[in-house]
């Protein structure tokens, strides 16, 4: 055993006494100890909890409501074990054993003399009904969390996985003491999951699966947490200028930056409007003309989805002309192999139609274009429903739902990328929505300020605000200076980062003077 944890049964009562006398022991629970005092006693228990539970009950299994989270849930472990049933109280953490099967062929052996039950083993068991204590919850998983547990598996592990695990959980049930009735109950979830068996009074996301669309509850929990935040967030329309003629290449020319279809402004300017085609680059260039062909289209842009079919033809008609210029990308059509960004793997392929189909109807429940114009994006952004293109769609999206309206559109600048993408980033790993909202409020308030009526002027007055520079070396986007709307007010994105880390993605706005130009090593929070 590591030399921090120390136990009655293994080492002399007096030499324990001692050390406790001395100070060099900290007590974790009846016969626990640790010399460890760097930590507080919960971190002690949070880090050694499969040493200290592989001691008091070796050769017992994770099972019951633990067993999908191979661990402790809501700071209680549940096990099964061949002994008496037994309960030990250690800070921060209640680990409640019963008296249950030993750990079969197919659960996991871990290193510290504990099993996790297999997931068929876990499914039979938590089968088996039980009561929670007043003010706890119940050992097992409740119905609708048993339902939420075999959608998961079926939809990371295929239909095929489900199945198996339904056969070796019934050759179980008689070895682990579940009872044929209590079996019945994973035996029916788990055909409607399969689509085989009517159930009555399942949770929206199996139901979904077995008699609507399937969809991914995780994005769409994600989707109401952004609705919600919305909602509560001050209201934003910039009224759309009459002057507006030169914006569609700069959202065209941008959006592509973004994706790294990078062109100087004079090569995009030339591909768009004098058909110039850079040697070698002919892919690239379509993708300008193509997104350029969406975004300059007034009717087009003005076209938002009044049902969740049309939100999905939407996308394909839109996605079809964008990557026109790249037929292996299978413009128009929804994807069919699953995709990712990094370590975000997005919605998978069976899953799509489904998810857009959640995501339409927290859409139309929203008040303002300004709202669904963030949702939107969100929506396509997150479900990735092609094999490329889509932040373009995404965006193309975003813009239709302000366009429709006579609102000013949302251009996001190359400095700004960065921005934007830890923004969508904070809200699909952490759960953090108000980091995107700051961030599409700010680039839409920067947009409205600029003129596009001509193509230089608009270059003039974007280029002192860093838009068209890459987000290093403290270059960030600055608001410009404008008459109508007087001296910005930065935004800070992030104002619960640590310094550091706020420097480094680039969420710390300088203050800015009225010509545009930054006042050197000044920065500020704005007032709340």
Request: hydrophobic fraction near 35%; aromatic fraction near 6%; proline fraction near 7%.
């Amino acid at each position: 055993m590591n030399n921090d944890l120390f136990f009655s049964d293994e080492t002399p009562r007096s030499t324990i006494a001692g050390m406790v006398r001395r100070g060099d022991l900290v007590q974790l629970a009846t016969g626990v100890y640790t010399a460890d005092k760097t930590r507080s006693p919960e971190e002690v228990v949070r880090r050694r909890w499969l040493d200290i539970t592989g001691h008091l009950f070796p050769d017992a299994t994770i099972t019951d409501r633990s067993a999908p989270r191979s661990g402790p849930v809501d700071g209680v472990l549940y096990l099964a074990h061949d002994r008496r049933d037994r309960e030990i109280d250690l800070p921060g953490l209640r680990i409640t054993a019963r008296r249950g099967a030993p750990p079969q062929p197919d659960d996991i052996a871990l290193p510290t003399g504990l099993h996790l039950a297999s997931q068929a083993r876990g499914l039979a068991e938590n089968a088996m009904p039980s009561r929670a204590r007043r003010g706890s919850i119940p050992r097992r998983l409740t119905r609708n969390e048993l339902c939420e547990w075999i959608g998961q598996i079926c939809r990371l592990d295929g239909e095929e996985k489900l199945d198996r695990l339904r056969n070796r959980a019934r050759s179980l049930a008689p070895t682990l003491g579940v009872t044929d009735e209590a079996f019945d109950t994973v035996d029916i979830l788990i055909g409607a999951a399969l689509g085989t068996r009517h159930a009555p009074n399942l949770p929206p996301s199996l139901h979904a699966r077995r008699y609507l669309k399937p969809y991914d509850p995780m994005r769409t929990e994600r989707f109401d947490l952004l609705a919600a935040a919305l909602r509560s967030s001050s209201p934003q329309a910039h009224s759309a200028r009459s002057s507006n003629a030169l914006l569609p290449f700069y959202e065209a020319y941008f959006s592509n930056y973004i994706e790294g279809t990078e062109f100087t402004l004079d090569e995009a300017i030339g591909i768009v409007y004098e058909d110039r085609i850079p040697r070698g680059r002919s892919e690239d260039a379509h993708d300008i003309i193509g997104t350029f062909r969406v975004v300059s289209n007034p009717d087009e842009m003005s076209r938002v989805p009044a049902s969740a079919q049309e939100l999905i033809d939407l996308l394909r008609s839109r996605h079809a002309v964008v990557m026109a210029g790249r037929p292996d990308k299978r413009p128009g059509e929804l994807k069919e192999l699953a995709n990712q960004a990094g370590g975000t793997l997005f919605v998978d392929p069976a899953l799509v139609e489904g998810t857009l189909t959640e995501g339409y109807q927290r859409l139309v429940d929203l008040d303002t274009a300004w709202e669904r114009s963030v949702l939107a994006m969100f929506v396509v952004s997150e479900v990735h429903p092609f094999d490329d293109g889509n932040g373009r769609v995404a965006r193309i999206m975003m813009n239709a739902e302000l366009q429709a309206v006579g609102q000013m559109r949302t251009i996001i600048p190359t400095v700004f990328r960065d921005d934007y993408l830890g923004a969508l980033r904070r809200l699909s790993r952490q759960e953090d929505p108000s980091v995107l909202i700051k961030a599409l409020r700010f680039a839409n308030d920067w947009t409205a300020r600029i003129d596009f009526s001509d193509l230089d002027g608009a270059r003039d007055q974007m280029a002192p605000t860093n838009a068209f520079e890459v987000a290093e070396d403290g270059v960030r986007l600055l608001m410009p200076s404008n008459e109508i709307f007087g001296e910005a007010a930065e935004v800070d994105l992030a104002p619960d980062l640590k310094a550091s880390d706020r420097h480094q993605a680039g969420f710390v706005r300088p203050y800015t003077r009225r010509d545009g130009t930054p006042v050197r090593g000044h920065t500020r929070t704005p007032r709340r």
